[in-house]
């Protein structure tokens, strides 16, 4: 029963983040490019399971301004190209707790 309610979770995190991103965008496509600080950073990973990678990565890939450019699953890491970030360490703490700790917890990798 947990799980259900782990994956509706999830999904409406998701449809937050996705109308928030979408405004986001919007909002630099009108701003002067000097503005822009794009990145590249490193997430490491503790999902373990190809499909939790799989699902954490198109998570990523889905919400406009990011994007999965590597996944090293040998090493438990994934490259992510930010569009636009302040803090990218605190973007990928976001994204580490707002989702992929959920996936740990849907595929049954942590007890709740």
């Not at 998701?14 to 928030?20: G, L, N, Q, R, S």
């Not at 002067?32 to 799989?54: A, C, Y």
């Not at 360490?89 to 707002?98: P, Y």
Request: aromatic share 12%.
């Amino acid at each position: 029963m947990m799980r259900v309610v782990w994956v509706v979770e999830v999904l409406l995190k998701f449809a937050w983040d996705f109308c928030v991103a979408v405004l986001q965008v919007v909002s630099w496509v009108f701003r002067p490019n000097r503005f822009m600080k794009p990145v590249i950073v490193r997430l490491p990973l503790d999902i373990k399971s190809k499909w939790g990678i799989w699902w954490l990565s198109l998570i990523i890939f889905l919400i406009p301004g990011s994007m999965v450019i590597r996944v090293r699953q040998d090493l438990g890491l994934l490259y992510v190209h930010l569009l636009h970030t302040d803090d990218a360490d605190k973007d990928m703490e976001v994204l580490k707790s707002r989702f992929e700790y959920k996936l740990r917890l849907i595929l049954g990798e942590v007890k709740s």
